[in-house]
Nanobody
């Protein structure tokens, strides 16, 4: 069973950048699609981005396309979410989650979650 730990959240000004990390332990990411979701107060958890560990195919939610980049570091068994040109509406807790083989844009499709990291964007 894989365990996930997110890090890298914090307070950033609008227009700035932040890089989130998701590290796997217990097993590697091989065979998984790794997702980033986010949840703002009072809102449902929503899909942000995903990447297939094998092959590197990516998918992004429309509002983050061109601003966020998801990538992998095989040697460190880590997935990153580079967040550029951030906006106040990006404020949320960001969660890393994995699903075997397919991208899931719905939280119910993700089989394992991390505990999340808070991102706050000030205007």
């Amino acid at each position: 069973q894989v365990q996930l730990v997110e890090s890298g959240g914090g307070l950033v000004q609008a227009g700035g950048s932040l890089r989130l990390s998701c590290v796997a332990s217990g097993r590697t990411f091989f065979g998984y699609v790794i997702h980033w979701f986010r949840q703002a107060p009072g809102k449902e958890r929503e899909f942000v981005a995903a990447i297939a560990w094998t092959g590197g195919v990516t998918d992004y939610e429309d509002s983050v396309k061109g601003r966020f980049t998801i990538s992998t570091n095989d040697a460190r068994n880590t997935v990153y979410l580079q967040m550029d040109s951030v906006r106040p509406e990006d404020t949320a807790v960001y969660y890393c989650g994995v699903q075997r083989g397919v991208v899931s844009t719905r939280p119910a499709g993700v089989e394992t979650w991390g505990k999340g990291t808070q991102v706050t964007v000030s205007s």
